[in-house]
């Protein structure tokens, strides 16, 4: 079954500085992975997502991700934070196992501080 | 992007009523649509995939009989809490897309029971 880790709960950062936000998956097919964002009680945004090709994915509002098969992991990066990017994040995979379904980590509450 | 309207956004009804959500898709024909339920501070729990024209699919631990999902065309899917309690309280959110290449997620409704 698929599963999703997302390692840190909160990560406080200054205002400027570079950020990674940590995922890993698990699942025994092909996977899709995507990056979510969510601002208080609203819905979720898509940041990025990987279908297929190359690695390294750039999405919205500067974000970027690099899909390593290997260590099945889907970080989330940003070389220079802005008080706006203050969110929480969802890493979340899918696969057609069972049916289609997207599986969400827990969040990462990225705060960003001045 | 495409747009999924979820309403209504906030909803406070008494216990043992119950009350319905709609989320429509206003630009495109979703032919599946998943309803998720989250938690203060958690990620997304898948609740149920809904099928236009057929019976939904519920995950594990999800009453049927008390969340009713209705997909009667590829613009409409409804949830309906059924003789709602305290602890159905929680923040209700729907998606649909094309498969797999991208979900679009409604709004959100936050339901308080009292």
């Known amino acids: 079954a698929q599963s999703v880790t997302q390692l840190d709960s909160q990560v406080p950062v200054f205002e400027e500085a570079p950020v990674e936000l940590r995922c890993n998956y698990s699942?025994?097919?092909?996977?899709?992975l995507f990056w979510y964002v969510q601002y208080p009680n609203q819905g979720l945004q898509l940041l990025l997502k990987y279908l297929s090709g190359s690695t390294l994915v750039k999405g919205i509002n500067g974000f970027e991700a690099e899909f390593n098969k290997s260590q099945t992991s889907f970080h989330l990066r940003k070389p220079s934070v802005h008080i706006s990017d203050t969110a929480e994040y969802f890493c979340?995979?899918?696969?057609?196992?069972?049916?289609?379904?997207?599986?969400f980590g827990a969040g990462t509450r990225l705060f960003v501080k001045a | 992007g495409a747009v999924v309207s979820q309403h209504p956004s906030r909803v406070i009804c008494k216990s043992g009523t119950s009350v319905k959500i709609e989320c429509r898709s206003l630009?495109?024909?979703?032919?599946?649509m998943f309803w998720y339920r989250q938690f203060p501070k958690q990620s997304l729990m898948l609740m149920a995939t809904?099928?236009?024209?057929?019976?939904?699919?519920?995950e594990q631990g999800v009453e049927k009989d008390k969340f009713l999902i209705n997909h009667a065309s590829l613009t409409l899917s409804t949830l309906t809490v059924t003789s709602a309690h305290p602890e159905d309280s929680s923040f209700y959110i729907c998606s649909g897309g094309q498969v797999p290449t991208e979900a679009f997620f409604g709004q959100g409704t936050r339901l308080t029971v009292v």
């Open positions: 630009d495109f024909q979703a032919t599946t």
């Open positions: 979340a995979v899918s696969d057609y196992v069972g049916g289609f379904k997207t599986i």
């Open positions: 809904s099928n236009e024209g057929s019976k939904a699919t519920y």
């Open positions: 699942s025994s097919v092909s996977v899709y």
